[in-house]
């Protein structure tokens, strides 16, 4: 089955421990990003990357990091979590068929990481 | 600065009517958006694209309409259904860093 992967689903954990989410996908895509949601505020995009090796920063990067060294993986690294990082994270990935400024690219999004940090 | 909106009320409407679900944009033109599904606790879901020399798409129960006049796209379904009751989000994807509106949540009455 085509899918996103993220893991974990919940975590709860304290301020400055150091935290990975994972993502994998299985559908080849070359596009990826990561999003948080809050109530009020939406979605909004931490980081993405067109490509394995290349990565942006979206609307909100600060106090996360990102790496792309496989296709189908982009995991979310925050180094020094902290209270306000406490929301719903979404992975994302699309094919970019349509070139990588196309508005043609549908995103397949995982379950979501409910994150809590105290 | 540039803006993607939708009304953050909540809508309610009665089984076997049309929903009617706003997005409107402010101080630039997106050339493609998109139209999302999410139910609470998991991740949106594709539903629907329209490029702004459209003017109307069609999926089953489901239209999405662009006017580049007004800077707003409307999503209605039609005999809805309690099932449809979601969260329903627009989204400028033209650009790299893909934007969303905060959603619209839809809860139809049985």
């Known amino acids: 089955e085509a899918q996103v992967t993220q893991n974990p689903r919940y975590l709860i954990t304290v301020t400055g421990k150091k935290l990975t989410v994972t993502c994998s996908q299985n559908m080849n895509h070359e596009y990826m990003s990561w999003y948080r949601q809050d109530p009020g505020l939406g979605l909004r995009q931490i980081y993405y990357?067109?490509?394995?090796?290349?990565?942006d920063k979206g609307d909100v990067p600060e106090g996360y990091k990102v790496s792309r060294k496989e296709k189908r993986n982009f995991p979310l690294i925050l180094e020094s979590p902290s209270p306000n990082q406490t929301s719903l994270y979404f992975c994302?990935?699309?094919?970019?068929?349509?070139?990588?400024?196309?508005?043609?690219?549908?995103?397949?999004f995982g379950a979501g990481s409910r994150l809590t940090v105290l | 600065s540039q803006k993607i909106e939708q009304n953050s009320e909540a809508l309610n409407i009665q089984e076997g009517k049309t929903a009617t679900l706003t997005c409107n944009y402010t101080?630039?033109?997106?050339?493609?958006l998109q139209w999302y599904r999410q139910d609470p606790g998991r991740g949106p879901v594709f539903l629907l694209l329209i490029r702004e020399n459209e003017k109307e798409k069609r999926k089953e129960r489901l239209k999405v309409t662009f006017d580049t006049t007004l800077k707003q796209s409307l999503f209605h379904i039609t005999a809805s259904q309690p099932a449809d009751s979601a969260t329903y989000l627009c989204a400028d994807t033209g650009r790299r860093a893909l934007t969303f509106g905060s959603g619209t949540r839809l809860q139809v009455q049985p």
């Open positions: 990357s067109m490509n394995v090796e290349v990565t």
């Open positions: 101080n630039y033109s997106p050339a493609y």
């Open positions: 994302a990935s699309s094919l970019m068929s349509g070139g990588p400024l196309s508005g043609a690219n549908v995103l397949t």
